[in-house]
């Protein structure tokens, strides 16, 4: 098992950045392919991007790429997402979340997932 731990989140103005961090601990972090997910209040969760084991591949929805990047550290067991020209609409709680199997958007692949943290964008 993997235990992750989201951080980073808070209030923004639009246009604005923010970087989340996501700490895991447990099994071997180099492992995981490592997605992050988000939900608005009121609707389904959305992909955000993924990242491969090694940090080699990494893949964005659409609505993200070019704005967000994700990254990670396997010396630090973390998993990063920069948030570049934040719109209100990214407005949602972020999830980081682990998978040994697959590497992919779809968040049914993932296992595990932290708590949590709030992003708010103000227009």
């Known amino acids: 098992q993997v235990q992750l731990v989201e951080s980073g989140g808070g209030l923004v103005q639009a246009g604005g950045s923010l970087r989340l961090s996501c700490a895991a601990s447990?099994?071997?972090?180099?492992?995981?392919?490592m997605g992050w997910f988000r939900q608005a209040p009121g609707k389904e969760r959305e992909s955000v991007a993924v990242?491969?084991?090694?940090?080699?591949?990494?893949a964005y929805a659409s609505s993200m790429k070019g704005r967000f990047t994700v990254s990670r550290d396997n010396a630090k067991n973390t998993v990063y997402l920069q948030m570049n020209s934040l719109k209100p609409e990214d407005t949602a709680v972020y999830y980081c979340?682990?998978?040994?199997?697959?590497?992919?958007?779809?968040?049914?692949?993932?296992?595990?997932w932290g708590q949590g943290t709030q992003v708010t964008v103000s227009s």
């Open positions: 447990g099994r071997t972090f180099s492992a995981y392919n």
């Open positions: 979340a682990a998978s040994d199997r697959y590497y992919t958007l779809g968040p049914s692949a993932y296992a595990y």
């Open positions: 990242i491969s084991t090694d940090g080699a591949s990494t």
